[in-house]
């Protein structure tokens, strides 16, 4: 009876105990930068940090650099647009001789895994793993031959300052915009001679919704059909509707962050919005190719 009673206290008082450590040890806040981070320059950033847009010093040693090896340095070649890497839409974007491999991470996973903190310090510092300095010779980079230097994530504590950093910080936490709420993608094959299928374009959304997004948002550019720019991205015969329809995954950041170096600034939008514009970009009547 007395080994009971005194079973009985220990157990009240690790109760106890645990309790206090909950009330007493509360989780870390987050970093006053990041709170203070601009998450839609973040998506700019991602896509190319140096643009005029992103407020980046133009006068900067290394824009020639920059501008001469450029997917050597975009967030975006390496992780894609969706932000799954070769793991999603870009398991078929194959590396040249200007374009390095695209990295094996699921940086929509990753981000959501980390803490900001984590996440702040694996951009600038690694994760264990060595970095490109900036002054590396990129023009001999041949990805069957010569490979290595140029697949390293750039040592971007020597090229972004801390502001620029938390705020792709910030973009990956909060604003990139989950690509599995506005369509289906099937992935098939190994990179890099995978393909992606994307289907169910706007999924649930409301086609009627997103053509009054439409026509507030993007009409004036575009036109009522989706023809008036026409070949978008270099592409012939690439209208909006088409665009939506066979390149769903960049189109997302494209409508939200904008167009670097266009008219097409970032658009204020939920993941709704989006959906529902989407849904209706579906209609090949309305937008048609």
Known sequence: MKYYFLLIAFLAITLISCSDDNTTNPPAADPVAYTNADGIKGGMLFDKFWATETGFDQTNANITKLNASADFFRCKQCHAWDLMGRNGSYNNRAPKTTRPNVADRNLRTTASNLTPQALFDAIKKGLGKSRRDISADLSTYDPATNSTIGDQMPD????????????????????????????????????????????????????????????????????????????????????????????????????????????????????????????????????PN
């Open 156 to 287: 971007f504590s020597k090229i972004l300052t801390d502001a620029q950093i938390w705020d792709i910080v910030k973009f990956l936490k909060t604003e990139a915009l989950d690509v599995t709420k506005l369509y289906d993608a099937t992935y098939s094959g190994t990179y890099p001679t995978g393909t992606a299928t994307y289907s169910n374009i706007g999924k649930d959304g409301d086609a009627t919704a997103g053509n009054t997004f439409y026509t507030a948002k993007c009409a004036i550019c575009h036109g009522a059909d989706g023809k008036q720019i026409p070949n978008l991205d270099g592409t012939t015969g690439m209208t909006v509707g088409k665009f939506a329809r066979t390149k769903p995954n960049e189109l997302q950041h494209k409508m939200k962050f904008g167009q670097l170096g266009s008219s097409m600034k970032a658009t204020a939008g939920t993941i709704t919005d989006f959906k529902n514009l989407y849904k209706a970009l579906a209609d090949t009547t309305k937008y």
